[in-house]
């Protein structure tokens, strides 16, 4: 059995099913998606292992995931801090970021330099929603998080990375392979291009949806959001 991925098109497609006929809002798929986040990050990374997680958070739906898995984070016990270079004006970002600042929990300016003294990474700077190229100031972050040693979970994507043919041949990107990627709702093409440890995050697609959009709910168990799978799709 092959792991069945949703495109950049279809997922973008989900998205706004979800909110339309689905009845979520941006807000609720925001929560869920950074909560699985929070969670594959409690799960390969225990505080035993470390408290201090960076997170790297771009402009769009996959930084605000970033900002809410690092409010969980903080209630798990971590100390995330936070690099936010392009913050939208919209106020659902706003909200987030203020939700951490009342928690205490620090913005820096410098990403190389915070590297230098994390525990662990979340690359949630592009999403599935990614193309084109890598503008300032992610460039160096990407390649900061190529280099390091530093562990690295990605929210959906890889940054830079293509979502049907996976890390870039040349430049930004192509040396980039984290360890440890959650896919939200479905995997995306790239999958078969990644190597690390793969989680699926996203308790909330009703039966019906999956099934138009043909992709398998796998069987989450208790209280998780996430589940880990390997690369034939099956759970771990």
Do not use: C
């Not at 390969?44 to 201090?52: A, Q, T, Y």
Request: aromatic residues 8%; hydrophobic residues 40%.
């Amino acid at each position: 059995m092959t792991l069945k991925t949703l495109s950049a098109k279809a997922a973008a497609a989900l998205d706004r099913e979800l909110m339309s006929t689905g009845a979520f809002s941006i807000d609720q798929l925001m929560e869920l998606a950074g909560l699985s986040v929070s969670q594959v990050v409690h799960r390969v990374h225990p505080l035993s292992k470390g408290k201090r997680i960076l997170v790297a958070v771009g402009p769009g739906n996959n930084g605000g995931d970033g900002l809410v898995a690092a409010r969980h984070l903080r209630h798990y016990g971590y100390q995330p801090t936070v690099y936010y270079p392009k913050r939208p004006k919209n106020d659902l970002y706003q909200r987030l970021a203020k939700q951490l600042e009342d928690l205490e929990v620090p913005f820096v300016d410098d990403f190389p330099t915070a590297l230098q003294s994390a525990d662990h990474v979340i690359d949630a700077v592009f999403g599935f929603s990614f193309s084109g190229e890598v503008r300032e100031p992610f460039p160096a972050v990407i390649q900061a998080m190529a280099e390091s040693k530093v562990p690295v979970t990605s929210v959906d994507a890889p940054s830079s990375w293509d979502i049907e043919e996976g890390p870039p041949k040349s430049g930004v990107g192509s040396n980039f392979h984290p360890d440890v990627l959650i896919s939200l709702t479905a995997p995306k093409p790239l999958v078969k291009h990644f190597k690390g440890r793969h989680f699926i995050g996203g308790r909330f697609v009703s039966p019906a949806i999956a099934k138009k959009y043909d992709f398998d709910v796998p069987a989450y168990e208790g209280v998780d959001q996430i589940v880990e799978v390997g690369p034939d799709g099956l759970k771990l």
